[in-house]
């Protein structure tokens, strides 16, 4: 009864997919309410790691049911791919799998635009999928609709999408038009395998809910990276924060019981935009090389650096955290001393808030608490030592228990917090 919110604490690739895999094993259903293919959230099973962009991570349980909400953008050639892929994993979706008939089409054209965009001066270092042209064409009112595709307004709506997109692609870009026979044309394949997956999605969860259901709803990308909340201009263009879940999937807030914060043992950030504990020389390639930190979408070097606990604490406070999952402490393992930031300095003033100006965030400077480090043994089978010592000073920090620790990147190397606390 009820939703489980699961949400980046950072500016994305936590391990929510992980992280999602683990948990669905106690949920019926797992639902996606923001972001398009842009996500990358990777599992690792049996020796093999799988990777979803668009569809909900809980899918590779054969018994847990999937939903796409209307704040999701459909990326056609992804949604293909995936469904191909999971059916030959976890088989047949039909019944198990359900997507909002209001959620928007990324067409072929976004792409193109994101790309164009990106090669400007001074780009925000996007994923290329063509978020941020859909989630314009839909709040504008320009965008399509998966009901608007398969109805019998589709000639119509998609006139209304191409004159507009036309007049951006020679205006801004300088590039020829696009026709609609060319989109409905590479749209075809799409159209006809997306049909037999629509439902009305909020009746389905409030169908779910009320018949004593657990959801999980799985955010993609991370707090700091929140279209109002995140480092703007250099964010995404979605509702990351766990109030985006109830927008996006069509429940009502107060059903979201629970919310989940997936924060890594050190910070990632991929793109452009302001990371206050980045680590630029050695210490943020080590981590780089240990922690395997490239793109799972676009295989780009993540920038690394140590824990922010200020921009956690910010972030627990936008999404109301009641758990926080820690991912990849293992990585940390070998070194002498850790550094947690737990101060801004800026204009010689300490501050423990996260900045609203983006542009302050990038000259704050970090204060850091420096702690013993632990060897690959402490976070073998269990957590011990400094390793414990680390959890216990991020929970103590941020008044909220650290619930569960993966110590590895398989499904079952999790330690979950024993009930009496990690010390
Ligand atoms: P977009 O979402 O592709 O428009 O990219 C906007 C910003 O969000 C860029 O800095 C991307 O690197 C970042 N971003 C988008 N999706 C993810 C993700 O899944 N993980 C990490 N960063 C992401």
Redesign the pocket.
């Known amino acids: 009864m009820g939703y489980t919110s699961i949400v980046g604490l950072q500016?994305?690739?936590e391990g929510k997919g992980r992280v999602v895999d683990y948990l669905s094993r106690d949920f019926f259903a797992v639902g996606r309410f923001q972001?398009g293919a842009?996500?990358?959230h990777t599992v690792y099973l049996d020796k093999k790691s799988y990777v979803f962009h668009l569809m909900p991570t809980g899918l590779l349980r054969e018994k847990v049911k999937g939903v796409i909400g209307a704040g999701v953008l459909i990326d056609p050639d992804v949604f293909l791919e995936e469904i191909s892929w999971i059916e030959k994993r976890a088989g047949s979706l039909k019944e198990r799998f359900f997507v909002d008939g209001r959620a928007h089409v990324v067409l072929p054209h976004h792409k193109e635009e994101?790309q164009w965009e990106e090669e400007k001066k001074g780009g925000?270092?996007?994923?290329?999928?063509g978020?941020?042209p859909a989630y314009r064409d839909l709040y504008a009112r320009f965008g399509v609709r998966i009901t608007e595709l398969l109805g019998n307004n589709k000639n119509r709506a998609l006139d209304r999408a191409i004159t507009f997109n036309n007049q951006i692609l020679g205006g801004r870009y300088g590039k020829p038009p696009i026709s609609k026979e060319n989109v409905l044309k590479k749209l075809n394949n799409f159209t006809e395998a997306i049909s037999q997956f629509v439902a009305n999605v909020p009746y389905l969860l409030a169908d779910w809910d009320m018949g004593g259901k657990e959801i999980l709803l799985e955010g993609?990308?991370?707090t700091l990276?929140d279209i109002f909340f995140g480092t703007y201009p250099?964010?995404?263009?979605s509702h990351t924060i766990g109030g985006g879940g109830a927008v996006g999937s069509g429940i009502p807030p107060h059903r979201i019981k629970k919310v989940i914060g997936v924060t890594k043992a050190y910070t990632t950030?991929?793109?452009?935009?302001p990371f206050p504990t980045e680590l630029k020389g050695e210490e943020g390639n080590w981590i780089r090389e240990r922690g395997k930190e490239y793109?799972?979408?676009t295989g780009r070097p993540r920038r690394c650096g140590w824990l922010d606990l200020v921009a956690l604490r910010y972030a627990n406070l936008l999404n109301g955290t009641n758990e926080i999952v820690m991912t990849k402490l293992d990585v940390l393992s070998g070194l002498e001393k850790v550094k947690v930031c737990v101060f801004y300095k800026i204009n010689e003033e300490k501050t423990q808030e996260f900045p609203m100006d983006s542009s302050q965030i990038g000259v704050v400077i970090p204060e850091y608490v420096e702690l013993d480090g632990w060897d690959e043994d402490s976070v073998k089978e269990g957590i011990r030592g400094n390793a414990l010592k680390y959890i216990k000073f991020v929970e103590d920090f941020l008044g909220i228990p650290v619930r569960y620790v993966s110590t590895g990147k398989e499904r079952e190397e999790m330690v979950e917090r024993p009930k009496e606390g990690w010390l």
Do not use: P
Request: aromatic content about 6%.
């Open positions: 500016w994305g690739d972001g842009n996500a990358g994101d925000i270092g996007t994923t290329k999928r978020i941020g993609a990308q991370g990276l250099f964010v995404t263009s950030r991929v793109g452009g935009g793109g799972a979408t």
